[in-house]
């Protein structure tokens, strides 16, 4: 054999060079000059990883318990599997499939992190052999079979050391036939062995003990996505290889468990064994990820009114997502570090401290140009002035004590919060909201003390009773003696156990208190001439209203509250140098996370320029320039035109433009035009009507009808 041609046939293997890859603290750097964008690069990502972190353990504590049910149920599922068929325990439990309906909810972007760690789990704690069935993977039966043993008998565990034989070859999915035969076939020669359980080590490195034979566990992520024909058949298929193979169905249902009997017959749905497990509502995991990630002083990012409304609003009425509520923040918080320079403050106090010391003139300048601060210059005396705006080693020392400020007021803020929302969660109506994260957005928009639902609200707290107002004493009472709460709240607790104490004595006191009244009022003669309302008016008045013990401690600690609670939840935006905590572009969220895409069509057809950034195509909007793309000049044409096109009227004018941009003649027979410009039309026109812009009609031959701006 001749080796000449064998060189030609080769694989040579040239190494590329290493592209250089961008820098992500390149992109914080507006101007060569800017100072700070290492500093809020790095900012950006230690509080990004701090809040990641968070939202992930409150993740999992949320779903610990719903968790621990089911791998309490899938290790309970396969213990009385054996392969002794004369076992009467067996026989009887063959019939029905152990199928565990986990309800998750309509959040569907949350559903593959939910999967994702119970899967995790699963496989860590009671079996390596999980397969995962998502519907738009499986059109049909067959492709249901073979990712579910795929992915069972494939697993990278399967040729432990268990085996005995000391072949070291691994199984072929290929060669296989996907069936449940040759599943149970493999399953049968892997543990049906006699030996005895054994201990794998978790990734926690604790020994687990595990079953002789332990199940295989299928789970099918969204139930209601899979076609009828296909769940009957597999079921059926599962069932008739119980005696064989452990079995174990996990079903993701995103509505309820009636879904299961709208998808399968009886005859069908009889088969399984199916429990109930509910996953915790969406609306819980957003109230605890607000409340332990923005609606506190450990961390100094916040989100303005517009920004938290809404990535609420999105949150409320478009997907029930917790994970796009998350990507809405991170995108703030890299938003908030990328375009704001005097972000770089935006740390812990302590280190927020140092920072300052450490800025230039332009950092300083940058502070200096925001409105909070030039309110708070403008309310300092002339002289103040003076310093504040020309010496920068004068202004340092009033920033730092500004930005404590800031952190004493955050500290003191959240707890009235809490509190304010004890006092008004139950009232009638609920003027104020019922959740938590409602009292904050109002006091996010402006001084809470002063809108008509604060007042509404502290009025019907002038009508409780002393059982109720006690109650909710005691729950404020409870929520300032924490750990967390500054010392000038400290008298707080005192003072409202001194009305608790009163209200508890009102058993011992009898007498009323009245009003006083001025004598020369009492004296004042009534009108010689009036009429009969003005004097009922009159004689009401001058009635004095006697108040009770009770209703006079009430006012009172009615009176107190508002008062604290007026001074502790104050606007953010009165706050000087509040621009460094607070994110307010509400506009940038919109356009990147909620976005338009119709919008975005609109103006890339009439306006390629904004995308494209071609010289070229820079004109007037409105004008057709023969030098825009085919389906620019196609749409532009078609906003021309009434509710029914002409197709070979367009086509003209179409060829008639492309002429002029490449300096033709006029086509001599217009009925037989250039293959290539039609094929050209042809092409757009298919585009613009995949867009939605137009569809066919019957109508009229050869027409077209618009569906936007009057189209039928």
């Known amino acids: 054999m001749s080796t000449a041609g064998s060189v030609s046939k080769a694989c040579f293997v040239f190494k590329s060079k290493q592209k250089k890859v961008a820098n992500p603290e390149d992109y914080f750097c507006h101007d060569t000059s800017d100072s700070t964008a290492q500093t809020r690069h790095r900012a950006f990502h230690t509080l990004w990883d701090e809040l990641n972190t968070e939202i992930q353990i409150l993740q999992s504590d949320l779903n610990t318990r719903i968790f621990d049910d089911l791998i309490q149920f899938t290790q309970n599922a396969s213990s009385k599997f054996t392969f002794d068929p004369d076992d009467s325990t067996h026989q009887r439990v063959a019939y029905e499939i152990p199928t565990a309906a986990l309800v998750t909810g309509v959040n569907m972007p949350d559903h593959d992190v939910m999967f994702a760690n119970l899967i995790s789990l699963v496989r860590e704690k009671v079996s390596l052999y999980v397969a995962v069935l998502k519907s738009n993977d499986c059109p049909n039966v067959k492709s249901v079979m073979v990712k579910s043993i795929t992915q069972l008998m494939g697993n990278k ?112 749905s009889s088969l399984l064994c199916i429990e109930r497990f509910q996953a915790p509502p969406s609306t819980n995991y957003l109230t605890q990820v607000i409340n332990k990630v923005l609606m506190t002083p450990r961390h100094p990012f916040k989100l303005d009114a517009k920004v938290f409304q809404l990535l609420l609003d999105i949150f409320l009425y478009h997907d029930f997502s917790v994970l796009n509520f998350i990507r809405g923040l991170q995108f703030g918080l890299m938003d908030h570090f990328y375009s704001n320079p005097v972000s770089c403050l935006c740390c812990p106090l302590e280190d927020c401290l140092e920072t300052v010391k450490t800025l230039n003139h332009q950092n300083i300048e940058e502070l200096r140009k925001t409105g909070s601060f030039r309110k708070y210059v403008e309310s300092q005396p002339s002289k103040d002035q003076i310093l504040l705006l020309t010496d920068d080693k004068h202004l340092k020392k009033v920033v730092a004590d500004l930005l404590y400020s800031m952190d004493n007021y955050h500290r003191c803020f959240f707890p009235m919060l809490d509190c304010l929302h004890c006092l008004v969660k139950k009232l009638p109506k609920h003027p104020l909201g019922k959740q938590v994260r409602e009292v904050y957005c109002e006091c996010l928009k402006g001084n809470i003390s002063e809108t008509e639902a604060y007042k509404d609200a502290f009025s019907l707290l002038k009508a409780m009773s ?98 604290i609670c007026s001074k502790y939840l104050a606007c953010p935006r009165s706050q000087p140098l509040h621009e460094i905590f607070y994110y307010d572009s509400a506009s940038e969220i919109r356009r990147h996370i909620n976005g338009a895409p119709r919008t975005a069509i609109q103006t890339a057809l009439s306006n390629p320029y904004f995308y494209l950034q071609n010289p070229s195509l820079q004109g007037e909007s409105n004008s057709v320039s023969p030098a825009l793309p085919d389906v620019c000049i196609i749409y532009k044409l078609h906003l021309e035109c009434g509710r029914l096109i002409n197709m070979y009227d367009w086509l003209q004018a179409f060829i008639t433009l492309i002429h002029t941009r490449e300096g033709a003649e006029e086509e001599e027979d217009p009925k037989q035009p250039d293959k290539k410009l039609q094929a050209r039309f042809i092409r757009a026109v298919s585009e613009l009507q995949f867009l939605g812009f137009i569809k066919p009609t019957k109508r009229k031959t050869d027409h077209v009808a618009r569906l936007t701006w009057g189209g039928c």
């Open 157 to 268: 565990d399967m040729m432990d050391d268990s085996i005995d034989d000391g072949d070291n070859t691994t199984v072929n999915i290929k060669k296989i036939n996907c069936t449940m035969s040759t599943l149970a076939a493999w399953y049968a020669d892997k543990f049906n062995k006699p030996s005895s359980p054994k201990k794998k080590r978790s990734s926690s490195g604790e020994g687990i003990e595990t079953s002789r034979c332990p199940p295989l566990v299928i789970v099918l992520e969204d139930l209601e996505g899979f076609p009828p024909h296909v769940l009957q058949d597999f079921v059926l298929i599962c069932s008739n290889h119980l005696t064989d193979l452990p079995i174990v169905l996990i079903l993701g249902i995103a509505t309820a468990v009636t879904a299961v009997h709208r998808v399968l017959p009886h005859s069908v």
């Open 466 to 563: 002393k059982d109720e107002m006690t109650i909710l004493l005691h729950q404020c009472i409870d929520r300032l003696a924490q750990e967390d709460v500054p010392e000038e709240l400290k008298s707080i607790p005192n003072n409202l156990r001194e009305f608790v104490n009163r209200f508890e004595n009102l058993e011992d006191l009898t007498q009323t208190v009245g009003d006083t009244t001025g004598d020369d009022e009492n004296t004042e003669a009534l009108p010689k001439k009036t009429d009969m309302h003005t004097l009922r008016k009159t004689l009401l008045e001058r009635k004095k209203k006697k108040l009770t013990v009770y209703e006079v401690i009430r006012t009172d600690t009615v009176e107190y509250l508002n008062e």
